[in-house]
């Protein structure tokens, strides 16, 4: 049995599962969610110095407890980290200090990785449409037959939303609209929806009143349209005090909760369906997924 800490760094957030992987089996020993807000204010693809700051303040007290349970700590970098032209500050670090590599991986890689992640947990489906929204991107992961058969990303991010449209909220929607557009549709009867993410993981806790974040709560969770649409009223009309108090557990990210919650109802709307489930289980659950050669490469 081997245990490894996979650690997401996102435009927003910074992520760590700690677990276990035994016989396509996993065990989480441990979780952690924490407002890097990487991708913010960021100009012509260079990080700010406040963002690098932040992220690497968060990353020492994540590599810190990592050690607590293994040395098998893996660090991957998604959207934020493709685009930025100075992301070697951070890797340059990582290696120096810690002596861990950094690894980017593609919108597609991460699409692919929650397909991994979700094809068991929601087995009694044929086929499944996964969305992820991110900070800098979007990602579709199509399944027919229980086998990935398309993996797609889209420059739609919460963050980078915010950055080029700040307040302006039906520019943002204009632009959702339009990078939506773009999706390459495979041949599907009748898929079901199901959401990944902050966002939609957030949405859940606000509905069902929860002031610590529990993810056997969340799991498996549906949110109708209808439940869907008046969420988003609420969170437009609240002010960003409001929204921090429906999620104590993650105040932070409060300020972008209701971009994100427009996003995802835009792509209710584009798929045209009255409800979708929510998975907690994101893509480092599906980098545990693969065989354990693949997994050690990755170190």
């Not at 049995?1 to 992987?21: E, H, K, P, Q, W």
């Not at 685009?83 to 590599?101: F, H, V």
């Not at 907690?280 to 599906?286: A, I, P």
Request: with cysteine; glycine share 6%.
């Amino acid at each position: 049995m081997d245990t490894y800490s996979i650690i997401d760094i996102g435009t927003n957030n910074v992520l760590m599962l700690i677990a276990t992987r035994e016989n396509n089996n996993i065990k989480v020993l441990h979780r952690s969610s924490s407002i890097s807000a990487l991708g913010k204010n960021i100009k012509d693809n260079i990080l700010t110095k406040a963002a690098i700051t932040r992220t690497k303040t968060i990353l020492k007290e994540f590599i810190r407890t990592s050690k607590k349970y293994t040395e098998n700590i893996i660090i991957i970098g998604t959207s934020c980290s493709r685009e930025a032209r100075n992301i070697d500050i951070l890797s340059k670090w990582l290696k120096t200090k810690y002596e861990i590599n950094y690894r980017i991986i593609s919108g597609e890689q991460e699409a692919y990785f929650n397909g991994l992640a979700n094809i068991r947990e929601f087995s009694q489906h044929n086929e499944m449409i996964l969305f992820d929204v991110g900070g800098g991107s979007t990602e579709f992961t199509f399944i027919k037959n229980r086998e990935i058969i398309s993996n797609q990303t889209l420059q739609l991010g919460i963050r980078r939303l915010q950055n080029r449209f700040n307040s302006n909220y039906e520019s943002k929607i204009q632009k959702t609209k339009d990078i939506l557009e773009e999706l390459q549709i495979p041949v599907l009867e009748n898929p079901v929806i199901i959401g990944i993410g902050g966002t939609v993981t957030s949405l859940v806790s606000i509905q069902k009143n929860l002031k610590k974040y529990n993810p056997e709560i969340v799991h498996k969770s549906k949110i109708t349209k209808k439940g869907l649409y008046i969420l988003l009223e609420k969170l437009k009309k609240s002010s960003i005090l409001d929204i921090a108090s429906l999620i104590p557990f993650d105040p932070l990210r409060s300020d972008i909760l209701a971009t994100g919650t427009m996003i995802v109802k835009e792509i209710i709307d584009f798929f045209e369906v009255k409800e979708f489930y929510v998975s907690d289980r994101g893509f480092q659950f599906g980098v545990l997924m693969q065989n354990k050669e693949e997994i050690q490469r990755m170190l």
